[in-house]
């Protein structure tokens, strides 16, 4: 597949951190095999999760929002690997896939500029091209049996993730139409109008399209999504629902455990995609940083206990910039998003 690059074992034990003595994930995962097509690589695996990174911004920046979300993913992929190999978290689980390749989308959308009307459309088409990438990778994970774990890019691939995993999971009979379930926690519901790709609008397009049946948001900020969007979810309380940071922590109406768990019951009868925007968390380098959002404790909370409760179809961590943090080598983003994917896979194998 020319848009998937690969990760081989020889690679990834050079950015292994290790000691003598200790084992890391990264030498217990398996890795692609060269010379054999992404099926067969996926039919020959025992494994149960495949790892998989998309280094893009074009979606966040099609939405005039702070690119850099491209940058998430080689620190989380270090991290990931570097974690300790044990009774907890055994690492033989985990199928490293390596990323999808849009560089040459990058390259065009460099000097675009999203201010100018005929750039911005230019841009947003450039995402509909990431979609098309994204759907055919998911897709094919999710028809091997095996649950995606994806890292990075912007919300924008929500979309992607949706469709690809609904149509692998119909094509292997585990559900009966191309549809699922989807959780977000995140300060905004990215349900935004259907003008042209971008990450605001993610799941727009995949409920208008059916590709998302129910969708659940946790968190969001009440000063933060347009009047439209929230009338959409007044009007179809069958297929939307949301609970708002200030519900939780503001007017204290509901715990945060109450919260997530009415979230996780909205979308728990379907397979289901967990979503989590890192801009929803306080502090970290994202396109749309927050100085109020949840803790990373309660974020992985969230991660833990859908991975745990729900029939789960994949899980994206989106929107992390590492490269915002306005140091030199931001090392904490990728470090939360190991902890992030510990806690998921952890969640998955504690289901009674």
């Known amino acids: 597949m020319k848009f998937l690059k690969t990760i081989t074992k020889q690679a990834s034990l050079n950015i292994i951190k290790k000691r003598k003595g200790e084992v890391r994930i990264g030498e217990r995962a398996e890795f692609f095999t060269e010379g054999i097509s992404l099926e067969k690589n996926l039919e020959k695996s025992k494994t149960k999760f495949v790892l ?91 028809a091997a049996g095996k649950i995606p774990i994806v890292i990075g890019g912007g919300h924008n691939n ?78 179809d309380h069958k297929r939307l629902f949301y609970t708002t940071y200030e519900t939780i922590f503001v007017r204290e109406q509901q715990t945060f455990q109450d919260a997530m768990k009415s979230n996780i019951d909205f979308v728990k009868k379907n397979y289901c995609g967990i979503e989590l925007d890192l801009d929803s968390i306080t502090n970290v380098p994202s396109s749309a940083k927050t100085s109020s959002g949840i803790s990373p404790v309660q974020a992985r909370q969230y991660v833990y206990n859908c991975a745990k409760n729900l029939k789960c179809a994949y899980f994206h961590i989106a929107e992390g910039a590492p490269v915002l943090a306005h140091i030199k080598a931001d090392n904490k983003t990728g470090k939360l998003i190991g902890y992030l994917v510990a806690d998921f896979i952890k969640g998955i194998n504690d289901k009674k």
């Open 52 to 142: 998989l990174g998309l280094p893009e911004d074009i979606g966040v920046r099609a939405n005039f929002g702070r690119g850099g979300t491209q940058t998430a993913w080689k620190p989380a992929l270090e991290n990931i690997l570097s974690l300790q190999s044990n009774l907890f978290f055994d690492g033989s689980e985990v199928f490293v896939l390596g990323e999808v390749n849009f560089d040459d989308l990058m390259e065009k959308a460099e000097h675009l500029s999203p201010k100018q009307p005929d750039e911005l459309k230019k841009m947003r088409d450039l995402v509909s091209i990431v979609d098309e990438r994204v759907v055919v990778v998911i897709e094919k994970i999710c």
């Open 158 to 235: 929500a979309y992607g993730n949706l469709k690809g995993a609904a149509k692998g999971l119909k094509s292997s009979s585990k559900i009966k139409a191309e549809k699922i379930n989807c959780i977000n926690c995140d300060a905004h519901t990215d349900m935004r109008p259907l003008e042209g790709r971008h990450s605001g609008n993610g799941f727009s397009y995949a409920y208008e399209e059916n590709f998302l049946d129910k969708y659940s948001v946790l968190g969001i900020h009440e000063s933060y999504n347009t009047n439209a969007v929230m009338q959409k979810f007044e009007n």
